[in-house]
């Protein structure tokens, strides 16, 4: 025996003189209820009576931090377990890399049956959280963008009832969002506090939902319920969230009732990204993680969106420090409101300085990576109807910008003129967003605003100076020379907007909004074969409405492309039989003439065409009654028709 052998067999022996180990408890069933927009210090056993007898069963962790205080990117890092920084998505509006790997996927891969519920526009299946879910539920109804907690709830019970061991569901209620309009009897009990009445109103249906998950799974379940962030309700200046670091907007409520946490009260920090290794931990596919770390989180929304400074939480203990241009030291725990700031000599741990420190802050680069280059117009709406403005601007870095905690007086002024943008409101815009530069001469999102404005409004010498000043904040802006040469496009000098759009298109090819505006200057060009290529390709990258395909239709027929002609209107789902037959015939296809043609009713403008089509393929078909159908399309010619008719060689 070689000694490699000697020593595999003594290991061999070593195995068999041990006890056999017991089997691993089975992977325990997974249940994440995220609560959108609530504070940590809003469900009070009054409020939220559920929330509450859960804690009673459960760690319950008094300062649990969110990764980023905006909805997509922070529940990004909860099913990733990465900071924005590591999985790349700052914004609303974003779309997640398809290479980042999701909890739902590893948790499906390792035999889960997994379902999604999830209640606003914010996290639709198109921003890439949806990859690993076997049920993704975003039936979100218009116009308000988001669904009840009771909708959700009742949809995610559903599912409850009928599913396998393990499962793994992700629910998401929205209802503290703003704006504040509890259903009754909350609206009468909280009338003087409205989003606390939201609160409530979602507790009601947590409480429904976690009763019946316990009473599907008994005992093997495990329950995380987590806030996404929280709202400013006028701390520090701010109503809202998204814009600063308080704790109104980042300390979360965080319940976890499962496999190794016993019920108490925990006070170490924990950011909510740890939920996804909390749960990978229960399934068995990773060691649950250290429990005690310096917790980090950023906010990059001012930065991306008006070039303020960038915003990076470390949080140590009880100490939490804020860098924005400066740094801000808090203890947290002696002082919750973070009145007094101990400034940049406070007591800050060398670990929380290196996470300040070393935090990434988006690059130009990486921003662009992670624009959204499939979001229509129409979605960006819909997105900012919710109060989320998913601009495409690229960050400006410059020495000396504003500290967003500086820039309060204008929060309220930004929302007001991204609510008119979005409404279409653009005369009541302009002297908000004028204001806005007068005040904060560098703010990208603001130039691009107004010259959007004024092109709509039709001030032409107003609309190009305020993108000319775009371009003197941003010279390489991708965006700003996007938006000049949609201007263009639009108006009378719409041959500046070629070289414009070309470049756009050249560099970011699937930049929809450039490709549409280029498509509309390619057929003022007459260039109708290029606008069809074009066209096909905005249709590979969002689904086109049954309009746009007719159109395309159309442009193909302009254009000769027979191929793509009969594509567009057999997917335009409504009345074209007349056009397909058309285009069947031309393309020798006499079977599928026949039967679109027949489908093409008498009251139908183009019947006379329809009929004169018809004889023609009646005779290259060799059917019987091809004569009487000759006479037919003579009987009920046009003018048209029947000088057709005239001339063709196969009717005589
Ligand atoms: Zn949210």
Redesign the pocket.
Known sequence: MTPRRLFAAALLLLAACRKPEPPPPPPVSILLVTL??TRADAVTAEVAPAFNALARTARRFDYAYCAVP??LP?HTSMLTGLYPGGHGLHENGRILSPKQPLLAEKLHAAGYRTAAFVSAF?LARRFGLARGFDVYDDAVPEPRQERSARDTTDRALAFLGKTPEPAFLWVHYYEP?FPYEPPEPYRTRFAANPYLGEVAAMDEQLGRLVAAWKQRFGTNAAVIVAG??GEGLGDHGEQQHGNLMYQSTMRVPLLVAGPGFSAGVEQTPISTRRIYDIALGWAHIAAPPATTEVVAAEAMKPFLDYGWQPQVMAVDGRMKAILAGRVEVYDVVADPKEAHDLGANASLSRAARATLREYPVPSLDAAASAEPPNVSDEERRKLAALGYVASTAKPVVRANAPRPADMTHLFAVEDEAAGLFVREQYAKAVPLLVRILREDPYNLDAALRLGTCYSMLGRDADAVSAYEKARSIAPQSQDVRQYLGLHYARGPQWQKAVPLLEGVVAEAPDRVAALEGLAAVREKQGRAADAVALRQRINALRTPSSAELVHLGELAMRAGNTAAAIDAFEKANSDHELELGVLYLAAGRYDDARNALDKVPPAHPGYPMALFKRAQVAVLLREPDAPARIEAARAHASPLTRELIARERLFR
Do not use: G, M, P
């Open positions: 959108d927009t905006q909805t922070s914010a969002h996404d962030h």
